[in-house]
């Protein structure tokens, strides 16, 4: 998607290594949010950021953690990862509160055995 | 392919056909909502949207209409092609008093076109 990649697409890992997915914008957005999409589920908030080293928890933060250290690269990372965290990632970014250009990444998509 | 569009309302079209693709939301306070098209193995992608100071929108093929009082929200795609083939989904933001937690997104549904 233009603007906004994530890497990698694809990661397979064992349980318990650390993972560090990226998201990096070149539209200068100030917002930008993690989520996993589940079957059934849909889009949950994982984290988000509202400005450089400005983050916050969503709806399913346990076992994950965010750091933002300049405008264009939002990393989420994942402590220990476990089965349950298989799943599609998806980065977003936002250039206002309200949601105006709120654009997706094109996804991650990990596997933990 | 993606298995997102597992456990979800379905709605199969002919090709050249009208959809209708319905979207209840949530809060009242919501002041702006999207909608999003999501094809297999893709992010979503923006479609059109719409603030509540409007009932109806129109795009390129598309209008979203917007009843407030009944806190509904649908999305209307005329002659409906094979390439509209994917997972619909509305989301909504409470912009006044909201935090900075961005869009609630509904679980969408999956639209089938006919041939």
């Known amino acids: 998607d233009a603007g906004i990649t994530q890497s990698p697409r694809h990661k397979v890992t064992e349980t318990g290594t650390p993972v560090t997915l990226r998201c990096h914008q070149t539209?200068?957005?100030?917002?930008m949010y993690w989520y996993r999409q589940d079957p059934g589920h849909g889009l949950r908030l994982i984290h988000y950021?509202?400005?450089?080293?400005?983050?916050d928890k969503g709806e399913v933060s346990d076992g994950y953690s965010v750091s933002r250290s300049k405008t264009e690269d939002f990393l989420l990372t994942l402590e220990s990862a476990t089965s349950s965290q298989t799943s599609v990632y998806f980065c977003?970014?936002?250039?206002?509160?309200?949601?105006?250009?709120?654009?997706f990444g094109s996804g991650t998509r990990l596997t933990v055995v | 392919g993606e298995s997102v569009g597992l456990h979800l309302p379905t709605l199969s079209v002919q090709e050249g056909d009208n959809s209708i693709i319905n979207c209840a939301y949530s809060?009242?306070?919501?002041?702006?909502f999207i909608w999003y098209k999501q094809e297999s193995g893709k992010g979503p992608q923006f479609i059109i949207d719409?603030?509540?100071?409007?009932d109806k929108r129109q795009g390129q093929r598309v209008t979203v209409l917007l009843n407030k009082t009944v806190k509904h929200l649908s999305l209307q795609i005329a002659a409906t092609q094979p390439g509209d083939s994917a997972v619909y989904f509305c989301?909504?933001?409470?912009?006044?008093?909201?935090?900075?937690?961005?869009?609630?997104f509904g679980k969408g549904t999956h639209l089938i076109i006919q041939p």
């Open positions: 977003a970014i936002s250039e206002s509160l309200i949601g105006l250009g709120y654009t």
């Open positions: 539209e200068n957005h100030r917002y």
């Open positions: 950021s509202y400005g450089v080293k400005d983050t």
């Open positions: 809060n009242s306070a919501s002041d702006y």
């Open positions: 719409i603030r509540s100071n409007m």
């Open positions: 989301a909504e933001n409470m912009y006044s008093g909201g935090g900075a937690d961005g869009l609630t």
